[in-house]
């Protein structure tokens, strides 16, 4: 009657749970007949509807008048309608007028049981109308992945720290180390021992700094022998120098 290509709701058949597809035969706009093909719902089994991460994940088809053709979760559920699934009225009316759009989408609505679940709602197009997938988990599982995500990010994170301090360590230590004759050097000159020998022949500021290190003990000494020498001679007597 609607020349259009209808999916019917589903039936039993000797004892086979099925819908039949039906498309019109048209010629000259007059209907010459109509083609049928029966679906066993059971080929909807072949749908990957089980996750490790997520254990209470299902998966459900509806049909364009909001009824159960397949749920992964219990077969009994087949034939009944989306409402008796949702008993909050304002979160089906919301689900409803997204359905309206055409357009995949989310959300979070309670079960018949009390339980949170995400919803994940996609459409099918069936012929003439349109089906919607429906790939459903509860919160609490999506919670759980997000705390698991959440530690093995801070693990990750406090390793790259630990790792990252370890590292800031062992370059500033191999930078700072040419550092120690320098330093050594500094202490024995405070204590007026000006025998000191400093060896750095590398062309960085380090290098630089132990090199101008080394020349001004070197005045140094030439100072203090000089003054030594001159005082000497002084000291015995002899002003001609």
Known sequence: ASRQSVVT???????????????????????QGVVMADIAL???NKID????????MYATIYDDKQMVIYNSEDAADIGHYLNE????????????ASMTQGRAFQT??????????????????????????????????VNEA?????????IVSLTALAGLILVTVFVLRKLLNPLNPVVQAAEQIAKGELDIELVNE????????????????????????????????LAEGNFNI
């Open 9 to 31: 709701e589903p039936f039993d058949y000797n004892g086979i749970r099925m819908v039949t597809y039906a498309a019109p035969i048209l010629a000259d706009d007059k209907l």
């Open 42 to 44: 059971t080929k909807f």
């Open 202 to 233: 590398n062309g960085d500021e380090i290098g630089i700094l132990s090199r101008s290190f080394m020349a001004m003990t070197t005045n140094l000494k030439s100072m203090v022998q000089d003054a030594d020498y001159l005082l000497s001679n």
């Open 85 to 96: 699934f949702m008993p909050n009225a304002d979160e089906l009316t919301a689900v409803q």
């Open 108 to 141: 979070t609505t309670t079960r018949e049981d009390g339980r949170k679940v995400i919803r994940f709602f996609t459409p099918i197009a069936a012929g003439s109308e349109i089906w919607w997938s429906l790939t459903a988990v509860d919160e609490a599982d």
């Open 146 to 154: 997000v705390l698991q995500t959440i530690k093995w990010l801070v």
């Open 49 to 56: 509807s089980t996750s490790e991460r997520y254990p209470s």
